[in-house]
């Protein structure tokens, strides 16, 4: 048998609801993530300090694209 190998994930692959970190302002010197998210219909940047674990969508078009039903409510 063949196996194939684990593929990444084309497009949409992430998460469109909002991660368990607190988002706030990152203190100097410290890494921060920012992440597009849906938020009041439609997608907002909401920076989030230290390390976010999960996969989130770090382009506006991304999440416009792939977090559709979120837009919609």
Known sequence: AVIQPL??????????????CPPGTPKHGERSM???LPKDQKCQA????GVCKG???????????????????
């Not at 593929?7 to 368990?20: F, H, I, L, W």
């Not at 909401?46 to 300090?49: G, K, L, Y």
């Not at 996969?55 to 409510?73: A, F, G, H, Q």
């Open 34 to 36: 920012t992440f597009y």
């Open 7 to 20: 593929q990444a994930c084309p497009r949409c692959c992430g998460v469109c609801s909002m991660p368990k």
């Open 55 to 73: 996969k989130y969508y770090s382009s506006i078009n991304e999440c416009r694209d792939c977090c559709k039903s979120y837009l919609t409510k």
């Open 46 to 49: 909401i920076t989030f300090p």
